[in-house]
Structure formats: structure tokens, C-alpha cells
């Protein structure tokens, strides 16, 4: 089953979106895997955003996910990454679909609210980057049956 690592960052913590964003992806019909809410460390986030060293953005970027707690989770179900970042909608806010979490909470890049990874591959790394395999839980659930074909 694929896997996505999703992030609320440090500004949906803030606001007190962790709950928004945990419904929508539960009512997509996502499977929550693993959740831990953390500070997170210099180290991590300079791992986590490796690709964007050197890009203008970067230190702000650092910065901005270093400043406060973030709910780190991990979500399944088939096409999980590409479902996920629907709901989260384009990086930029003002770019973002209407519906999605970015367009309806979020008006700049640098405070778009989420994280989540970006391909399959990535999002194999991202987990096992920000979670201990003991800290995911293998399990099903009764709907599964409707929801995943
Ligand atoms: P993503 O989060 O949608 O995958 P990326 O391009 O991977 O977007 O960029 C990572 C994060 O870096 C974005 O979510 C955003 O917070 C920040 N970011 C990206 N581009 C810019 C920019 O042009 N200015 C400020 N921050 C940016
Ligand atoms: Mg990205």
C-alpha cells in the first residue's frame, strides 16, 4: 500500500488545523498510520529539504519549519501520495484549487500549512526519514472493503 509522509507545519499547529487537515484526509478515505507531534530538529529539517539547498528560499524555509511543533504523520491507501497532494492542493496558495486545504487556509508559499511527499519513492524515504518502523501500525479496517477496490 503506498505510503505519503504528511506534515501540518509549524503555522497549521499555530492556527489549530491539525484537526482540519487529520478529518479530510480521514473522510478521503486515507488510512492513518503513524502520528507523532514534534519540535523539529535543525539536523531533520535540513535532511527533509535537502533538494531546496541553495534555492532562494531555503533558509526561510528552515527557518520556518524549525520554529515551532509540527504534527509529523504517515497516511496509506492506493495512490496515497497523489491523493494526498490533491487534498493539499499546488504549493502556492493562490495557485491552489478551491476546496483544497492550501486555497481555503493559506495565502502564502511560505505559510502554505503542509507538507506531504511528492512521489512514491519519496514518500518511501520521507517515512522512514521521520518515523522508527515500531512507530507504524500495520492494521485494516472493516470499511476498507468499500474503499480501496
Ligand atoms: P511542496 O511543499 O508543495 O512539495 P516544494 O516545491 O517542495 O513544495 O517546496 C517546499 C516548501 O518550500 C513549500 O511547501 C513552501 O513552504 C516552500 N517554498 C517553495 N517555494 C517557495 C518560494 O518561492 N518562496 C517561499 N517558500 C517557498
Ligand atoms: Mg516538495
Keep these: 500500500m503506498e ?5 501540518v507545519k509549524p503555522d497549521g499547529v499555530q492556527r489549530g488545523l491539525i484537526g482540519e487537515v487529520i478529518a479530510r484526509l480521514e473522510r478521503r478515505g486515507l488510512r492513518l498510520v503513524g502520528a507523532k507531534f514534534m519540535q523539529v530538529s535543525q539536523e531533520l529539517a535540513e535532511t527533509h529539504y535537502a533538494i531546496h539547498k541553495g534555492k532562494s528560499f ?3 524555509l528552515i527557518r520556518y519549519i524549525t520554529s515551532a511543533p509540527v504534527m509529523a504523520m504517515v497516511w496509506e491507501g492506493p495512490n496515497a501520495v497523489a491523493a494526498v497532494r490533491q487534498t493539499m492542493g499546488a504549493t502556492r496558495p493562490t495557485e491552489a484549487a478551491p476546496g483544497t486545504l492550501r486555497h481555503d487556509y493559506a495565502l502564502e508559499v ?40
Aim: charged share 30%.
Design 3 to 7: 505510503q505519503s509522509l504528511i506534515l
Design 110 to 149: 511560505g505559510r502554505n500549512l503542509t507538507h506531504a511527499s511528492d512521489t512514491t519513492e519519496n514518500g518511501i524515504k520521507e517515512v522512514e526519514l521521520w518515523f522508527k518502523p515500531y512507530e507504524l501500525v500495520t492494521w485494516s479496517r472493516e470499511v476498507d472493503r468499500w474503499i480501496f477496490e
Design 58 to 60: 531555503y533558509d526561510p
